[in-house]
């Protein structure tokens, strides 16, 4: 299944700097790539060696980028009905064990456990889309069931 080529303004923000970023270290990169080459013997070149594997990574990670950015539909408007969940809401849920934890849906590309930034494209999400406060949400999980209630919605 292809991701969702929805993002949210921040997301893209962070994107398009992250590929202006990648641009400078490239142009760094090279510059050390071609002082490491005029040291003679590149086979025992360490240094030649690890800045042609470093500029390796940041080309793919710009092609990647530059193919992606253009796809993105960014969602920069709160939906008329916030009662219901929806893309780039913030969800607030209580498991069956009483754990509250808050979620962000988010575009795949925005993806980031640490703030709790869920993609729109995971198990949760698809079934937290379009559901209100006090709804119940079971998806399974490596063949267990887990349950879910919504507590609270907020953009």
Same mark, same amino acid.
């Given at each position: 299944? $292809?991701?969702?080529?929805?993002? +949210? ?10 590929? +202006? =970023?990648?641009? !400078?270290?490239?142009?760094?990169v090279?510059k $050390?790539l071609?002082?490491?080459? $005029? ?6 070149? $360490? ?6 594997k470093e ?5 793919r ?7 992606r950015?253009p796809?993105?539909? !960014?969602?920069?408007? =709160?939906p ?7 893309f =780039?809401?913030?969800? +607030? !849920?209580e +498991?069956?064990?009483?754990d ?5 849906? !988010? ?5 980031d456990a ?23 949400v ?17 953009y």
């Amino acid at each position: 299944m $292809a991701s969702s080529p929805y993002i +949210t303004a921040e997301g893209y923000a962070e994107l398009n700097q992250e590929l +202006t =970023a990648r641009w !400078v270290r490239r142009r760094d990169v090279v510059k $050390a790539l071609s002082a490491a080459a $005029a040291e003679g013997d590149r086979s025992e070149n $360490a240094e030649y060696i690890y800045r042609k594997k470093e500029l390796r990574e940041i080309d793919r990670r710009i092609r990647y980028l530059q193919k992606r950015l253009p796809d993105l539909k !960014v969602v920069d408007l =709160a939906p008329d009905n916030k009662d219901h969940i929806f893309f =780039a809401a913030w969800v +607030t !849920v209580e +498991t069956e064990e009483g754990d509250e934890k808050e979620y962000r849906i !988010v575009g795949p590309d925005e993806i980031d456990a640490s703030k709790g930034y869920i993609s729109i494209d995971s198990p949760l999400a698809r079934k937290l889309l379009g559901k209100k406060i006090d709804d119940e949400v079971v998806i399974e999980v490596a063949g267990q069931k887990k349950v879910y209630f919504v507590l609270a919605i907020r953009y």
